[in-house]
């Protein structure tokens, strides 16, 4: 048996170096005290499919279309998108340079290395107490828009093919996010201008995650139960090997991942502007006994300087009162990131309790975590 004090001396910043040297047991620091089981049934529900062809017809006036996409965001809050239009070479590509980038020598990876005090760049969860559990996984987390907010040694600096094909899948992505978002927002009362104003050149980021096999995996856990901050997600899966899982009802439900489809989920963000309507999914990855996991995250933010809170036209199209806070993105991001991940408890901290009155905290004299 090997305990954490026997383990060779490895830097901590690479969980995919550590798991080279553990056969079998793994380090106390990443063995989850109360990991929630997996649901196991021979009728497991599996997450909705949106064909991106039927949302078209949705331009067309199709309301049948526009009630269908409402109620998979209002009930589930994640789908698998097919036929969605971006090339398929291009994510090919990108697939085989996410790849390529966990290949690389780990002193290679450790020239993005998170710093301390920051979030973005290689490396592990920030750890906010010394007990704290660690992810099996590493992770990089960026952000890519606007453009003057990208970390000069991060997206500038990656190998020039990687940084090529991610600048084209982003722009990509950016496009089918802004189509996802009109439809999204029309279909619970949300004037397109409104969204187009909140998320057009918003704020965009990235997270490449690498989960190594695990001797150990239903002690462990790759990614944290969270829901995502953003408004929605873009989720590829880059080496079909699955790990990701979906709170539903309570239980957790594997996520079979359709070829060439992206899933898409529904983030706190839109959970907010929807007043609630839309549900930001829980999730979280666990990993593999025998394979390496590669995922790429793409999150669509609104702007910096946009308010994130219920949306103006939902409340004026519905007289509904609002039931969340309202606070400027560059706040709201703070906020998230001073947190600990856990669960969809940053959401509940904005929502408006029978006592409190609308909040609006402005952006004079706050200085932002990241830069
Ligand atoms: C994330 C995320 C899931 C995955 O990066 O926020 O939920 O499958 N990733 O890696
Ligand atoms: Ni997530």
């Known amino acids: 048996m090997i305990s954490s004090q026997s383990l060779p001396k490895i830097d901590g910043s690479s969980v995919q170096e550590l798991a080279k040297e553990v056969k079998s047991h793994v380090p106390h620091r990443y063995i989850q005290d109360h990991r929630e089981p997996t649901f196991v049934s021979t009728t497991l529900p599996s997450i909705p499919v949106v064909d991106m062809n039927d949302l078209i017809e949705i331009l067309g006036s199709n309301k049948d279309e526009l009630n269908k996409l409402r109620s998979v965001c209002q009930e589930w809050g994640i789908f698998q998108l097919v036929n969605h239009g971006v090339d398929k070479l291009l994510v090919e590509k990108m697939k085989d340079e996410v790849v390529n980038f966990f290949d690389m020598p780990v002193e290679e990876k450790l020239k993005y290395k998170l710093a301390a005090g920051d979030y973005q760049g290689y490396g592990q969860t920030i750890l906010h107490t010394q007990d704290q559990k660690v992810d099996w996984a590493d992770r990089f987390y960026m952000i890519t828009n606007p453009v003057r907010r990208r970390k000069s040694n991060l997206l500038p600096e990656f190998p020039p093919i990687l940084r090529e094909t991610m600048e084209k899948y982003l722009e990509e992505v950016q496009k089918l996010a802004m189509y996802l978002f009109g439809l999204m927002g029309q279909a619970v009362d949300i004037e397109k201008q409104e969204m187009i104003d909140v998320f057009d050149d918003g704020m965009q980021s990235v997270r490449m995650t690498y989960y190594p096999p695990c ?70 990855a666990t990993v593999n006994a025998t394979k390496e996991r590669i995922s790429l995250a793409v999150f669509f933010n609104p702007k910096l300087e946009a308010d994130v809170g219920p949306a103006k036209s939902l409340l004026k199209n519905t007289q509904n009162s609002p039931l969340y806070k309202t606070l400027v993105m560059e706040q709201y991001l703070k906020e998230f990131f001073s947190r600990k991940l856990n669960g969809k408890t940053f959401l509940e901290i904005m929502k408006i309790k029978n006592d409190e009155l609308i909040l609006k905290v402005k952006l004079e004299g706050l200085t932002f975590v990241c830069e």
Do not use: C
């Open 215 to 284: 001797p150990q995996p239903d002690l462990v856990i790759g990614l944290t139960p969270h829901s995502d901050a953003a408004g929605i997600t873009i989720l590829l899966q880059v080496n079909d090997v699955e790990g990701l899982q979906v709170k539903k009802d309570g239980v957790w439900i594997p996520v079979s991942f359709l070829p060439d489809a992206f899933v898409v989920n529904v983030g706190d963000i839109l959970e907010i502007m929807s007043n609630g309507v839309y549900n930001s999914i829980e999730h979280r």
